[in-house]
């Protein structure tokens, strides 16, 4: 058999699982060899330091804004900001390793231990 011939049976082979609807195993297969062979580059779940002390002075000044306003559902507001705050200190404590606070909303007490545990570790923001 020539080499035109074995293309010519391996596509109608081809075709004929594509219209049968069984072509997701063989291009599965190709898949999963592919990725063994080229594997994904391995990703990193943690935030840069930097990037969460950023967050956590926009956050905070976002706060303090929000504070000094009169405008309407203030304390909606107020709620939401400092719960973003809160979730950005958690993730400096995973990113850091300290100890982690109670889970949101801190009282102001945990928040203030939080962020001292922070600062003794060096983050400034």
């Not at 072509?23 to 990037?51: F, K, M, N």
């Not at 107020?78 to 300290?98: H, K």
């Amino acid at each position: 058999m020539t080499w035109l011939g074995i293309l010519g049976l391996g596509g109608a082979l081809l075709v004929t699982a594509g219209l049968l609807g069984h072509l997701g195993r063989p291009i599965g297969a190709l898949a999963d060899l592919w990725r063994r062979i080229h594997p994904p580059q391995p990703t990193s779940d943690t935030v840069p330091v930097e990037q969460l002390a950023a967050d956590l002075r926009r956050l905070a000044a976002h706060l303090e804004a929000t504070y000094d306003t009169d405008a309407p559902a203030k304390m909606e507001r107020l709620r939401a900001a400092a719960l973003a705050y809160d979730w950005v200190l958690l993730s400096d404590c995973r990113t850091l390793e300290v100890p982690l606070p109670p889970m949101p909303p801190l009282d102001p007490v945990a928040r203030l231990q939080t962020e001292a545990a922070l600062a003794r570790r060096g983050l400034d923001w």
